[in-house]
């Protein structure tokens, strides 16, 4: 069984400062792990992914990922948060053994950047 | 240009009209998905197919119809038996090998009235 779980709905950061944003995941079998991005009234935005590589995955716009498997988690970080980066925020887990079917989305962070 | 394209951005019907939403891809991907996102929440899968004249239900397939008679194509109709229909719809496809990356268009946002 896979699942995921964003810790928090929203997170609110000032300009400049850094930005962690937290995802726990559980699967079966070896995940892949996404972060998505999205700004209103878009579609998803691919910011990085986890295939069994290298456990620190380095995205656009600055993010980075680390995936812990001791700790079941995959924490979305950036050094210093820019105000376009205000944005709903999802992680994913899929597993290469898994349908279609389950490709399971977080609920989403809802990411705000204070000037 | 290489994505997916979803038709119109915004769409509005009157409650109890069958609507179908066009979503289009020219990265030769084989799985194309179809989302429906609520103000606040995640996404939920409504139908997906892995290869031409071939889908599957979702979480939520109630009172949506969809085919799949072209590689590039993969249109969702609402129909009228869907009790709650206005939302943001979210197209997607992949490569559909192993646990590969989604790509998404930009979105339909419906209002039933």
């Known amino acids: ?115 | 240009d290489g994505g997916i394209t979803q038709s119109p951005k915004y769409l509005f019907r009157k409650e109890g009209q069958n609507v179908t939403l066009s979503c289009e891809q020219n990265l030769n991907h084989d799985a194309m998905y179809w989302y429906r996102q609520d103000p606040g929440q995640g996404l939920r899968l409504i139908y997906y197919s892995q290869i031409v004249n071939d889908f599957q239900k979702g979480d939520i397939a109630e009172g949506y119809s969809v085919s799949r008679e072209k590689k590039e194509s993969f249109p969702l109709t609402v129909t009228s038996a869907q009790k709650n229909p206005t939302a943001f719809y979210l197209c997607a496809s992949s490569t559909g090998q192993g646990a590969n990356e989604q790509y998404f268009g930009p979105g339909t946002r419906l209002t039933v009235t």
């Not at chain 1, 988690?73 to 944005?87: E, G, I, R, V, Y």
């Not at chain 1, 290469?96 to 399971?104: D, G, L, Q, T």
Request: with cysteine; net charge positive.
């Open chain 1, 1 to 115: 069984a896979q699942s995921v779980t964003q810790l928090d709905s929203h997170v609110s950061v000032s300009e400049g400062t850094p930005v962690l944003l937290r995802c726990n995941y559980s699967s079966s079998y070896s995940p892949s792990l996404f972060w998505y991005v999205q700004h209103p009234n878009k579609g998803l935005q691919l910011l990085l992914k986890y295939t069994s590589a290298a456990t620190l995955v380095k995205g656009i716009n600055g993010f980075e990922a680390e995936f812990k498997k001791s700790e079941t988690s995959f924490h979305l970080t950036k050094p210093s948060a820019h105000m376009s980066d205000a944005a709903e925020y999802f992680c994913v887990v899929r597993s290469v053994y898994s349908s279609a079917s389950k490709i399971i989305f977080g609920s989403g962070t809802r990411l705000s950047i204070r000037p």
